[in-house]
């Protein structure tokens, strides 16, 4: 004879519970996802207004109340709700000074630490987007803090905009083989060996592979472009680049010289990469 789960009274042999318990369970529940989608609503409501703060304590305090919603369900609502205001945003590409700033507050007010923020990317997407919007407005981003000392020389007034771990660095090598053909005659000299007549004509054939350098950092600044790994170095000046070739996960660069071959860096986010090189290219 065991007691039922819910209210504690006796159930019944092999039973957790009486099925009017478990059906009055259920409803709750509905219910209070009902209420944390409610919830849910306010916080971006809240966010992409105008209105203090305080009033969003209120409105999700009533919620909870009416829904029976446990008040430590209340962090992960709130997350859930700034990570949706993140996405739409920047669904037109584009976060505005006042979309950051009321994140920002919204972050600040409730406590939020950046791990939290970003358990799905939302608050590094946050900071990428303000990076590319400082540049198109003519201004060098000074957002990033890379921890320890950088692996790389900066020169004179340069400054590190964005670094990207575990960067895998790929170049571009030609190979050459010799292909071609015999014609001719075996003529039989004794038993197992055979003399071949004829001549050979054959040609060059080049053929190219990109090829794993290595994987390190990568550093994009106001002057350079920089991989440093523990078996290569690069450091590519803007201005010896003649041109970026867009990959989904990376980006490629060509060198101003005669045999330069391109030199791509896998960084995990080909259209950031992109247009983060290619815009402070051109300041």
């Excluded at 989608?37 to 992409?48: A, F, M, R, Y």
């Excluded at 209120?58 to 205001?85: C, F, H, Q």
């Excluded at 004829?198 to 390190?216: A, L, P, Q």
Aim: glycine share 8%; hydrophobic share 40%; proline share 3%.
């Amino acid at each position: 004879m065991g007691d039922c789960k819910f209210c504690g009274k006796p159930v019944g042999f092999l039973r957790s519970a009486h099925a009017e318990c478990e059906k009055q369970n259920q409803q709750r529940q509905r219910l209070a996802e009902h209420g944390r989608q409610q919830i849910l609503v306010e916080v971006i409501k809240s966010i992409e207004s105008a209105e203090p703060f305080e009033t969003l304590d209120k409105n999700i305090a009533e919620i909870e109340g009416t829904y029976s919603i446990p008040v430590s369900d209340r962090k992960s609502i709130l997350l859930a709700g700034w990570e949706s205001a993140v996405s739409r945003a920047l669904a037109d590409g584009i976060l505005t000074e006042q979309e950051e700033e009321r994140l920002v507050i919204f972050k600040e007010r409730f406590a939020l630490t950046q791990n939290e923020l970003d358990r799905n990317g939302a608050l590094t997407k946050t900071a990428k987007a303000a990076v590319l919007r400082e540049l198109l407005n003519g201004k060098i981003p000074q957002r990033m803090n890379f921890t320890g000392i950088p692996p790389i020389n900066l020169q004179k007034g340069e400054q590190i905009v964005w670094a990207f771990s575990k960067t895998e660095y790929f170049q571009d090598k030609t190979r050459r083989q010799y292909v071609g053909s015999s014609r001719g005659v075996s003529v039989r000299v004794m038993r197992g060996v055979y003399l071949r007549t004829g001549e050979f004509k054959g040609h060059s054939v080049e053929h190219t592979e990109r090829v794993h350098v290595d994987t390190g950092w990568f550093f994009v600044t106001n002057k350079n472009v920089y991989f440093a790994g523990p078996r290569a170095s690069v450091r590519v000046p803007y201005a010896k680049i003649v041109s970026f070739q867009p990959f989904s996960d990376g980006v490629g660069i060509m060198r101003d010289a005669a045999t330069a071959k391109l030199q791509a860096f896998n960084t995990g986010d080909g259209w950031f990469t992109f247009n983060l090189v290619t815009n402070l290219a051109q300041l």
